[in-house]
């Protein structure tokens, strides 16, 4: 094994704890524990251009610098989640006045969302500790990610979900053969009940916001957008800005720390900016960051991104942080304003879930308020398919006519 995972550091009180002292978040304060690898030790090893194994098209790629062995399943989608693709889509850059934007889309990813990053990760770490079952809640696109991976590895997932998750995603958790519990209740119950059932029955648990592999899964974004754009950038540009949708908060705070990585190793020229974008109903953590505070509030969450709907965001704190400590900040769009960016991604040929059209909705925001320039290089995430929720998507767009079989009908809807 790479010398790569030195300790956990608490994001909060910052006290340090060995790679098997812990598993979840600081027994101090709850706080969510950062994993810090052998920064020397990398450095001594790679170069930017030469620390990558495994040239797979996917996150394995980075495996040297992510904090698990190797778990195998060669052949399998475990292998192939991540290293989505970068869209350049012209229309929309001239249309918003940009002179470079980029479209990082996750839907390619085995189950179709940028979920299957996370999951992917925690399950090398549950084969490499032997864990049995591994249990996650989720408003759907964790638990479908978890039910796939596991499942492409033979192992088991138990799934908590609001009964109230969108069918497509209830489906694939289904599908992958997961233990489904559909629970009578919002996320957050969904999301307390796991972790109760967690200490009762020895499962481990792959929770946002609570399992530190998440962000270590999450961070691979943030090397891909390095790989694929940051390096790329003429010398003397501007820094990239990222636009990604926020929920509990993991997603801004993994792809933040992959740049964080990337900067300790002195392989990033410069740190992107990165901006959050919440939904107005569900803007926790848009609120803190707005009241210059670090102290979480929760809301009662009400929108129809169903990912990002969250009454008490369980990484919070680092995702204040991922837009403080980089010069970004934090955008919050009406549902709306969402559902004009899936058409609007959907006229370029890119078809978005909600909570992943919510990042480009905030662009059009930033674009319009003068939180970008058009010299700012833009790259917006795009978390999750359309696939995933169709009742949203049909209320974004004109429904088609439906006519008769014959010439005439054609030509009466045409004119
Ligand atoms: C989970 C999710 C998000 C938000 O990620 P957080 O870590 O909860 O902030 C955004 N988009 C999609 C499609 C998701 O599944
Ligand atoms: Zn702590």
Redesign the pocket.
């Known amino acids: 094994m790479t010398p790569k995972f030195s300790h956990y550091q608490c994001s909060l009180c910052g006290a340090t704890y060995g790679p098997d002292e812990v598993t979840y978040t600081c027994p101090k304060d709850g706080g969510n524990l950062n994993v810090i690898l052998d920064y020397d030790a990398l450095k001594a090893k790679f170069s930017p251009d030469k620390f990558m194994d495994l040239p797979e098209a996917s996150l394995w790629r980075y495996l040297n610098l992510i904090p698990v062995e190797d778990p195998g399943g060669l052949g399998t989608p475990l292998r192939r989640a991540g290293w989505t693709p970068v869209y350049q889509p012209r229309r929309l850059a001239e249309k918003l006045g940009l002179q470079q934007l980029w479209i990082k889309d996750?839907s390619p990813n085995p189950t179709a969302?940028?979920?299957d990053r996370a999951s992917a990760i925690v399950v090398a770490r549950a084969r490499q500790i032997g864990a049995e079952v591994t249990v996650a809640a989720s408003?759907?696109?964790?638990g479908a990610a978890l039910a796939g991976m596991a499942a492409a590895v033979g192992a088991k997932a138990v799934i908590f979900a609001p009964r109230t998750a969108p069918p497509a995603k209830i489906a694939q958790l289904i599908v992958f053969g997961a233990q489904v519990l559909l629970v009578d209740g919002t996320y957050d119950q969904a999301f307390d009940l796991s972790i109760e059932a967690t200490e009762a029955f020895g499962w481990y648990n792959r929770n946002?916001?609570f399992n530190p592999f998440t962000a270590e899964g999450?961070k691979t974004a943030g090397f891909e957008i390095w790989e694929q754009v940051i390096r790329n950038l003429p010398k003397g540009s501007k820094p990239l800005t990222v636009f990604?949708?926020?929920?509990?908060?993991?997603?801004?705070?993994?792809v933040h720390k992959g740049f964080k990585d990337l900067q300790a190793l002195g392989w990033l020229p410069q740190m992107p900016r990165i901006i959050g974008v919440q939904s107005e109903g569900s803007a926790a953590i848009a609120n803190t960051f707005n009241q210059g505070d670090e102290k979480i509030q929760p809301v009662s969450a009400n929108t129809l991104?169903d990912?990002?709907s969250?009454d008490l965001?369980r990484?919070g704190v680092r995702?204040v942080r991922a837009a403080r400590e980089t010069g970004g900040t934090y955008l919050i769009v009406p549902d709306q304003a969402i559902l004009a960016a899936i058409a609007e991604l959907g006229r370029v040929g890119i078809f978005a879930?909600p909570?992943?059209a919510?990042a480009y909705a905030g662009l059009v925001k930033a674009v319009d308020e003068g939180v970008v320039a058009s010299d700012d290089p833009v790259l917006v995430l795009s978390?999750?398919s359309g696939l995933?929720d169709v009742k949203a998507a049909m209320q974004a767009v004109q429904e088609a006519p439906i006519i008769e079989p014959t010439l005439a009908a054609v030509k009466e809807v045409l004119s």
């Open positions: 996750e969302s940028f979920k408003t759907g696109n964790a946002t916001g999450k990604i949708p926020v929920g509990d908060g993991n997603i801004i705070s993994g991104a990912s990002i969250v965001p990484d995702a879930e909570a992943a919510t978390t999750g995933k």
